[in-house]
Antibody, heavy 119, light 106 residues
Framework: QVQLVQSGGGRVQPGRSLRLSCSAS????????MHWVRQAPGKGLEWVSA????????AYADSVKGRFTVSRDNSKNALFLQMDSLRPDDTAIYYC????????????WGQGALVTVSS | IQMTQSPSSLSASVGDRVTITCRAS??????LAWFQQKPGKVPTLLLT???NLQSGVPSRFRGSGSGTYFTLTISSLQVEDVATYYC?????????FGQGTKVDIK
């Protein structure tokens, strides 16, 4: 079965960096674009970033552009989100996700990783 | 493109018909998905292409619309439908979500 297992969350001071990881299994990882979505405490979902199946194309929300970098290692079935210059309003649960709408449609999400940015 | 949902919350009785609206600031064709997020859980995909019900989703959920105006209707609200519902556009990046509609039982 499809599994997305996340790691790397934690508490960090403003201005510092953090790297999230997402380990995929149960499907052909290299075939699918991947997404990062975050949810601030008690708030709604916010799409953060996406990376193409091969990793050469990326996209970001305006709120994180220039500070966050998404990447993937298809040889290790792994997705990453490098978060630099973190701010208190980046505090959220971060989810990695497949949201595939194509020949068939499906969506799978990781368990989430809490990132707290606070001094 | 901004996605605006209304209402932000609603309370209805079991068996009621419930409708949630999602408006796009520009036309997105039918490139709209609906997600359900129950408290403490990750979101689940309900519909794609504005009206395509995902396998396993009860038929009381129905989506419609195209362009800039979309609706999600629950024909007969059940206790297990208590959740927050989000629309999301996917015509192009950014894949923006609406702000969510929280549904509970009166």
């Amino acid at each position: 079965q499809v599994q997305l297992v996340q790691s790397g969350g934690g508490r960090v001071q403003p201005g510092r960096s953090l790297r999230l990881s997402c380990s995929a299994s149960g499907f052909t990882f290299s075939r699918f674009p991947m997404h990062w979505v975050r949810q601030a405490p008690g708030k709604g979902l916010e799409w953060v970033s996406a990376v193409s199946d091969h990793g050469r194309e990326t996209a970001y929300a305006d709120s994180v552009k220039g500070r966050f970098t998404v990447s993937r290692d298809n040889s290790k079935n792994a997705l990453f989100l490098q978060m630099d210059s973190l701010r208190p309003d980046d505090t959220a649960i971060y989810y990695c996700a497949i949201i595939w709408i194509g020949d068939s449609d499906f969506s799978y999400w990781g368990q989430g990783a809490l990132v707290t940015v606070s001094s | 493109i901004q996605m605006t949902q209304s209402p932000s919350s609603l309370s209805a009785s079991v068996g009621d018909r419930v409708t949630i609206t999602c408006r796009a600031s520009q036309g997105i064709g039918n490139s709209l998905a609906w997600f359900q997020q129950k408290p403490g859980k990750v979101p689940t995909l309900l519909l794609t292409r504005a009206s395509n019900l995902q396998s396993g989703v009860p038929s009381r959920f129905r989506g419609s619309g195209s362009g800039t105006y979309f609706t999600l209707t629950i024909s007969s609200l059940q206790v297990e439908d208590v959740a927050t519902y989000y629309c999301q556009k996917y015509d192009d990046t950014p894949w923006t979500f609406g702000q969510g509609t929280k549904v509970d039982i009166k």
